[in-house]
């Protein structure tokens, strides 16, 4: 029987052999990622153990982006743990405020994974990187704790659902509404303990943001992974930002993708060419309709940024869209890049100016807002429309708030209208 | 181990924002996230607890954010054990791993009401509940997980290798 993407990958990383799913795995890591606030939790375990040594500084990876730049005494306390740790342990990827982005944004941009690399982070939205073709996912502080000093972590090997995805996708509808249709259909637990694999003729054509998207979400399914199978859109992604590994990299996982006779848990297929963009209802992400069904919908605040959806095509959207028009009276529209360089880019293309004349704030990267640090909290009653990932009750501020998921396109014509618009009603 | 306490019962798909909201989130001090143990549901549960009380609830217990914060407020509360129908994976992995003690029982979260006294004997297997007179069977874990859990948590098993 052939092998899953999944099992393909974790079998690289094991000495086991013969690795299936449903296998517990001692698992050698590539990369180890945490932030701002799993880090300093890792950090005080790390400092229970008696052995105190990274098993490789240059495998280690440490972003303050959550709470920064920093919002109050305690979150500064926090990144400065984390910055002398990094100093002291000669961890070369820390990333200063005004060089950082957010985790997920920054580490593709910067090269940082490759196709079969196995990552691990302390944040759920680790599986970001499965659109790159690597297993990639979100463990707890000690795991990375652990991580640090054995070089290895825990695993059972997930099963595997296909998504197969067949049409062609209307304007204004990207990665994020196939997420977001996709987990509306499974549910938030649909996909739990497994790795989610998308394929199908509509993903072969994806660019890697909208597959960065999709991937990102595997998560808010309950996923383990989001997996795409790597193709000609993959590898001119690594040759961009890696090209010294490149070449190593593609001899080794040329094809990397699912053998046609894997075993699959589930497949489901959908043909998208009638699909329309998706906004996502209080208070679960798959609470999901078309946006012509959502009417009447008074918005307070607009985010478009996160993890999700802060990278240069999302910025583009909302800059076509936004061109010489106004943000409603009653909106607070604040736009955040993923990144340093995707700042610098939307400056460069004189879309920052769009934003700034719109009546927008256009802030520097960080996850601020997506998880009511800081940087756009909402108070009591208020509503927001945000181009994140999740909206469970709170998550945004206040408890009595409210948080709708949405594409960037979606979240730029709502901040024009005051309410939760189709993209077609301001262009 | 025994563990004897109320229960408090809570849905499906409690999330780690509401376990311990992410404005908490800037220590790494168990007793101060254990005095916002479910804020994001309900700001006065920890002043209505008792020490080795348990957590029952339905599917997906500790989904969203992989904040292992969400474990360590729920143990740092005082509370011994929850049981659920099921668990997210990163919260399961993150119980496992910080031992504290988590239970998939799909029939017995169903059928505990709110101030039942439940008794646990992790390990003979067994749950009972006092109130109701019933008993249910505690299925072990997959051999991997149970040393982990034996050993009192993921460092401490590290540091016996």
Partial sequence: M???????????????????????????????????????????????????????????????DHFTPNKDIKSAQQCKLLREFAKSHKIRHYYEVGRVGIEHALLPELGLVCPGDLVIGADSHTCTYGALGAFATGVGSTDLAVAWITGHVWLKVPETMRFVYHGTLQKWVSGKDLILYTIGDIGVDGALYKAMEFTGEVIDKLPMDGRLTMANMAIEAGGKAGLFPVDKITWNYIKKVNPKRYPRSYRKWKDLRSDEDAQFV?????????????????????????????????????????????????????????????????????????????????????????????????????????????????????????????NFVGRMGSLKSEVYLSNPAVAAASAIKGKIVHPDEVM | MKIR????????????????????????????????????????????????????????????????????AIKGAGISCVIAESFARIFFRNAINIGLPIIELPSASKEIEEGDLLEIDLDRGVLKNVTRKKEYQISKFPGFMQEIINAGGLLEWVMKR
């Fill in chain 1, 2 to 64: 052939g092998k899953t993407m999944a099992e393909k990958i974790l079998q690289a990383h094991t000495t086991q052999k013969d690795v299936k799913a449903g296998d517990f795995i001692w698992a050698k890591v590539d990369l180890m990622l945490g932030n701002d606030i799993t880090a300093p939790l890792a950090i005080r375990q790390y400092e229970k153990l008696k052995k105190k040594k990274l098993v490789d500084p240059n495998k280690v990876v440490l972003v303050p």
């Fill in chain 1, 266 to 390: 589930d497949v489901r297929e959908y043909d998208v060419s009638k699909w329309e963009p998706a906004v996502a209802l209080p208070h679960l992400p798959s609470n999901v309709r078309p946006v012509s069904r959502v009417k009447n919908v008074r918005i307070d605040q607009v985010v478009i940024g996160s993890c999700t959806n802060g990278r240069l095509s999302d910025l583009q959207v909302a800059a076509e869209i936004l061109r010489g028009k106004k943000v409603h009276p009653d909106v607070r529209l604040i736009i955040i890049p993923g990144t340093q360089q995707v700042y610098l880019e939307a400056v460069r293309r004189k879309w920052a100016e769009i934003f700034v004349k719109a009546g927008a704030v256009f802030s520097t990267p960080t996850c601020g807002p997506c998880l009511g640090g800081h940087m756009g909290v909402l108070a009591d009653g208020e509503r927001c429309l945000a181009t994140t990932n999740r």
């Fill in chain 2, 5 to 72: 306490g109320k229960a408090w019962k809570f849905g499906n798909d409690i999330n780690t924002d509401e376990i311990i909201p992410a404005r908490f989130l800037n220590t790494t001090d168990p007793k101060e996230l254990g005095s916002h143990c479910m804020a994001g549901i309900d700001e006065e549960f920890v002043k209505r607890i008792k020490k080795g009380d348990i957590i029952v609830a339905g599917k997906n217990f500790g989904c969203g954010s992989s904040r292992e914060h969400a474990p360590v």
